[in-house]
């Protein structure tokens, strides 16, 4: 019987959130095969396993954080139960092969191969459950995460398999008659996750900080209390955006790809930092003393909003891009955040940030700048307001950029430039084709 205890997976963590078993006591596992979701500070990872055999018990309820070391599984491997070879050698080489099962599992590091009688499973397999719903454990997952009722999914998918664009579909058609009425209070004057905590008023929820969370919150705090910040805004006529917008929707090329406002905001951004490349800098603390550290390049962040709270991932070397390779990554940066599977290297490096304030229906705000950055922009709702132009009044699609900037890096003046460039590449998204 082997003891298959918690590794740090590459981030140099102390901790993780067990989030979800994907086994249970009894079954047949491979090498490499997930055993479980766990949670660290950056994302949420699925944790393969260094053997093949049968599952033993399970060390660790769902929920728990488990520091680096703990065990938390057990396993019956088939080297188990073949003779011990000696550690001073005698061993054949079969044998060896044979206990290297349980030796090196892809991803941690050992540097050896691992082999297995089975072959290991490169895909998830597809799960039917009591009431007859085919769907993989991602997307179950995925369902629980977005408070969707597979049993009430239409599935499109081959033999009717749930996908999870069926499954985002109908969470955002839900959402829509949810807030179609107010909610009732719950019927409970309490809740409590994961486990009560000693209180005595009861009218609130005390909610543990850990995780993706608490990563957030030091970061913000850390953040807040370091740089200086200094915000500003600007109200914009978006109005020939939204009509470049629905020109692009009508090209080929874009024909497989969202196009949105957005994009045109992120080509705008990386329009101006060309124009002042102090936002896209990084105030550094030396042996020596303080340097700013003026990027060549730009790592553009977007704060993207998941199940599991506040992510930053970023688009390496957006600078370079297309306007349709933009689109792309920005398109597959967003699914990749919504199902949590951003990984901590897609998260690191980032050199300036982007957040759409917009989908939520705010004009304006002043964000915190990302730690490591200069400047954080927002992009708000995209509204018809009257716009008086030459003295007359028209309707008109109108937002506002605004912005946080350290202002040890950034002067007002500069940082006005920055934010005007934005909004004149917004009034007229020719400017993108200088």
């Known amino acids: 019987m082997e003891t298959f205890h918690?590794?740090?997976?590459?981030?140099?963590?102390?901790?993780?959130?067990?989030?979800?078993?994907?086994?249970?006591?009894?079954?047949?596992?491979?090498?490499?095969?997930?055993?479980?979701?766990?949670?660290?500070?950056?994302?949420?990872?699925?944790?393969?396993?260094?053997?093949?055999?049968?599952?033993?018990?399970?060390?660790?309820?769902?929920?728990?954080?488990?520091?680096?070391?703990?065990?938390?599984?057990?396993?019956?491997?088939?080297?188990?139960?073949?003779?011990?070879?000696?550690?001073?050698?005698?061993?054949?080489?079969?044998?060896?092969?044979?206990?290297?099962?349980?030796?090196?599992?892809?991803?941690?590091?050992?540097?050896?191969?691992?082999?297995?009688?089975?072959?290991?499973r490169t895909h998830q397999a597809v799960v039917t459950s009591s009431v007859g719903v085919v769907a993989k454990p991602p997307v179950r997952k995925l369902a629980r995460d977005l408070d969707v009722t597979l049993a009430e999914v239409a599935g499109t998918g081959p033999a009717g398999e749930v996908t999870r664009d069926d499954v985002v579909k109908h969470a955002d058609q839900a959402s829509v008659f949810r807030n179609?009425?107010?909610?009732?209070?719950?019927?409970?004057?309490?809740?409590?996750?994961?486990?009560?905590?000693?209180?005595?008023?009861?009218?609130?929820?005390?909610?543990?900080?850990?995780?993706v969370r608490k990563a957030t919150a030091n970061a913000m705090v850390g953040s807040a209390y370091t740089a200086p910040h200094v915000s500003v805004w600007t109200d914009v006529d978006a109005s020939r955006t939204m009509e470049f917008v629905a020109r692009l929707k009508q090209q080929p090329q874009f024909a497989d790809v969202k196009v949105s406002p957005l994009l045109v905001f992120a080509k705008a951004l990386l329009w101006a930092v060309r124009r002042t490349p102090e936002v896209n800098s990084a105030w550094v603390d030396t042996d020596s003393g303080a340097e700013i550290q003026v990027r060549g390049y730009v790592n553009l962040g977007i704060a993207a909003a998941t199940p599991r709270g506040l992510l930053v991932p970023n688009i390496k070397d957006a600078h370079e891009m297309s306007l349709r390779e933009l689109a792309v990554e920005l398109q597959t940066l967003t699914q990749t955040a919504r199902d949590g599977k951003t990984t901590p290297e897609g998260q690191s490096g980032g050199t300036i940030t982007i957040t759409n304030i917009g989908v939520f229906g705010m004009d304006a705000g002043t964000p915190i700048i990302n730690p490591g950055e200069a400047g954080i922009v927002a992009m708000g709702s995209i509204r018809q307001k009257p716009w008086v132009t030459d003295g007359e009044v028209r309707p008109a699609w109108v937002t506002t950029v605004s912005g946080s900037f350290d202002h040890r890096i950034v002067d007002g003046d500069k940082i006005s430039r920055f934010l005007a460039d934005i909004a004149a590449v917004l009034e007229e998204p020719a400017l993108l084709l200088d």
């Open 6 to 120: 918690l590794p740090d997976v590459g981030e140099g963590l102390t901790e993780a959130e067990l989030v979800e078993w994907r086994v249970k006591p009894g079954d047949e596992i491979a090498v490499n095969d997930t055993i479980a979701d766990i949670e660290t500070a950056k994302s949420v990872v699925e944790l393969p396993s260094p053997y093949a055999g049968t599952v033993g018990e399970l060390l660790v309820e769902e929920g728990a954080t488990v520091d680096v070391g703990s065990p938390i599984l057990t396993v019956a491997t088939e080297a188990a139960a073949e003779p011990a070879s000696s550690s001073e050698g005698g061993a054949t080489p079969e044998a060896a092969a044979d206990t290297s099962d349980s030796a090196v599992l892809v991803g941690y590091g050992n540097g050896g191969e691992a082999k297995t009688r089975r072959t290991p």
């Open 180 to 211: 179609l009425s107010t909610p009732e209070w719950p019927a409970e004057r309490e809740r409590r996750i994961p486990a009560p905590q000693k209180a005595t008023d009861p009218r609130y929820e005390a909610v543990p900080v850990k995780g």
